[in-house]
T-cell receptor, first 116, second 114 residues
Framework: AQSVSQHNHHVILSEAASLELGCNYSYGGTVNLFWYVQYPGQHLQLLLKYFSGDPLVKGIKGFEAEFIKSKFSFNLRKPSVQWSDTAEYFCAVNADQRSSASKIIFGSGTRLSIRP | DGGITQSPKYLFRKEGQNVTLSCEQNLNHDAMYWYRQDPGQGLRLIYYSQIVNDFQKGDIAEGYSVSREKKESFPLTVTSAQKNPTAFYLC?????????????FGQGTRLTVV
């Protein structure tokens, strides 16, 4: 079965620091990958997604992620974080499951706290 | 406005009672999902549906039931068999269950069982 691992449970950074959140998935076939963000008190929203093509994808608010197939990874990055980036970040995978309908599986999430 | 509406936002129930959470979407999406969110565990899939009158168990379906009688509605019932029902429940929808579709989420329902 497919699974998603986010090893950083809570990350604390100062403003202007660089960010990298790790995401690894376990599935050998074709996958589509997502990063969602949940700001305090708000609903989950899509940050960026990878379906095919250029493995470096850019999302909203200056975020980007790189798909490295050989490492089964899809790490999220931002060169300079802002206080408003304080949120919980979820990596998700939707894999091509030929024996059944596909479904979106989420990681356990990483809470990001930015010190002003 | 197009979107997903979950109601109520907060729900309190006594132990042993069944409770039904509402989820309605006006995005004309075929696929709908229910997730449960617990601190440190992310979102875990309870049930999902790819079309009217069809639904499938997710990873933690025990103690839950769903129906999909209409395309726009996917209610979730938390039964008394669910051992730890207090949680934040999220409903989502996508155009279909293809792998290249993103999910859109509702605001969630926080269920507290006392």
């Amino acid at each position: 079965a497919q699974s998603v691992s986010q090893h950083n449970h809570h990350v604390i950074l100062s403003e202007a620091a660089s960010l990298e959140l790790g995401c690894n998935y376990s599935y050998g076939g074709t996958v589509n990958l997502f990063w969602y963000v949940q700001y305090p008190g708000q609903h989950l929203q899509l940050l960026l997604k990878y379906f095919s093509g250029d493995p470096l994808v850019k999302g909203i608010k200056g975020f980007e992620a790189e798909f490295i197939k050989s490492k089964f990874s899809f790490n999220l990055r931002k060169p300079s974080v802002q206080w408003s980036d304080t949120a919980e970040y979820f990596c998700a995978v939707n894999a091509d499951q030929r024996s059944s309908a596909s479904k979106i599986i989420f990681g356990s999430g990483t809470r990001l706290s930015i010190r002003p | 406005d197009g979107g997903i509406t979950q109601s109520p936002k907060y729900l309190f129930r006594k132990e042993g009672q069944n409770v039904t959470l509402s989820c309605e979407q006006n995005l004309n999406h075929d696929a709908m999902y229910w997730y449960r969110q617990d601190p440190g565990q992310g979102l875990r899939l309870i049930y999902y549906s790819q079309i009217v009158n069809d639904f499938q168990k997710g990873d933690i379906a025990e103690g839950y039931s769903v129906s999909r009688e209409k395309k726009e509605s996917f209610p979730l019932t938390v039964t008394s068999a669910q051992k730890n029902p207090t949680a934040f429940y999220l409903c989502a929808s996508s155009i279909n269950l293809g792998t290249d579709t993103e999910a859109f989420f509702g605001q969630g329902t926080r269920l507290t069982v006392v």
